[in-house]
């Protein structure tokens, strides 16, 4: 038996730990507090050399303002942009939960090599990039007559939310024993039943996975929102604040923290509100 560790080494091995969670801790809350730090400083305390008084860019070295709030809010339409984005979010979700759970789900009970290959398949269809689908998409948004309209998001969007949350949610439903729908079969339910009242409420986890990462991607997508959308009030977040508020080389980065701040706290709380089943729907599907 190993011998056990000396007091000194112990109280070595406690600091390491504890140094080094405060280490990533402090690394994840970082660009939060400099996204605050530069939403409220004045232009004058943006700037090293701008004003005689001595600048420390981690702090407020002049009274704070809320000017940048208010070009934010009263000179650009961030709060339609915000509209727009939600909008896009949901319909693309509802899109995405309705065409990826009986997909994943069939995926998951299909045996053999066929189900394997088709699994692949429909991952890879995810690891495309945009940069090489936006001109035939344009095309098609332009057949269907859906050019500076949200609904032409809606129609791409789910072209890469739909195949990766169905890998997803195959490895989710591939850790559910098939004995659960087939128990629920024997008692009476037919397939879809056992899937609504057996299958569904034991994939929550894989679910809200699904909806996060889902809503994620379309916040943060940029390209098929700048080839689609010409109109500044159908703009999406991603791309109205950059349009707005970067205006040839002058850059305005009050305004502009302060619209990701705005932007990322929201989808920060839902990350950690859910953080538990988060990794369990994750985890279950990236190992499976």
Not at 84 to 97: D, Q, R, S
Request: glycine residues 6%.
């Amino acid at each position: 038996m190993a011998a056990a560790l000396s007091p000194v080494r112990r109280t070595a091995a406690v600091v390491v730990h504890r140094a080094t969670i405060l280490f990533f801790i402090a690394f994840a809350i970082f660009p939060f507090y400099w996204m605050v730090v530069t939403s409220f400083k004045q232009n004058a305390d943006l700037y090293v050399g701008a004003t005689n008084v001595a600048h420390n860019p981690f702090l407020f070295n002049i009274p704070p303002t809320l000017d940048h709030l208010r070009i934010l809010f009263g000179q650009t339409l961030y709060l339609t942009w915000l509209r727009n984005t939600l909008f896009v979010g949901l319909v693309v979700v509802g899109i995405t939960l309705l065409l990826a759970v009986p997909a994943g789900y069939s995926l998951a009970r299909l045996t053999g090599r066929w189900g394997e290959r088709l699994s692949i398949g429909i991952f890879m269809t995810y690891l495309v990039p945009s940069t090489l689908l936006f001109i035939p998409f344009s095309r098609l948004v332009s057949l269907m007559q859906l050019q500076n309209s949200l609904w032409s998001l809606v129609l791409i969007y789910p072209t890469f939310t739909v195949p990766f949350c169905t890998w997803l949610l195959m490895g989710f439903f591939k850790s559910l024993p098939r004995e659960v729908e087939e128990s629920a079969m024997v008692d009476g339910c037919s397939r879809v039943g056992a899937i609504w009242r057996m299958v569904l409420p034991l994939s929550v986890p894989g679910l809200l996975t699904v909806v996060i990462f889902a809503l994620t991607l379309v916040i943060q997508e940029f390209v098929y929102s700048l080839t689609f959308i010409s109109s500044v009030q159908r703009m999406t977040v991603s791309v109205g604040v950059p349009v707005a508020l970067v205006r040839g080389d002058v850059y305005y980065w009050g305004s502009l923290m302060a619209a990701c701040l705005i932007t990322s706290i929201p989808i920060a709380v839902v990350y950690n509100f859910f953080l538990d089943r988060f990794i369990a729907g994750f985890t279950v599907g990236a190992i499976k």
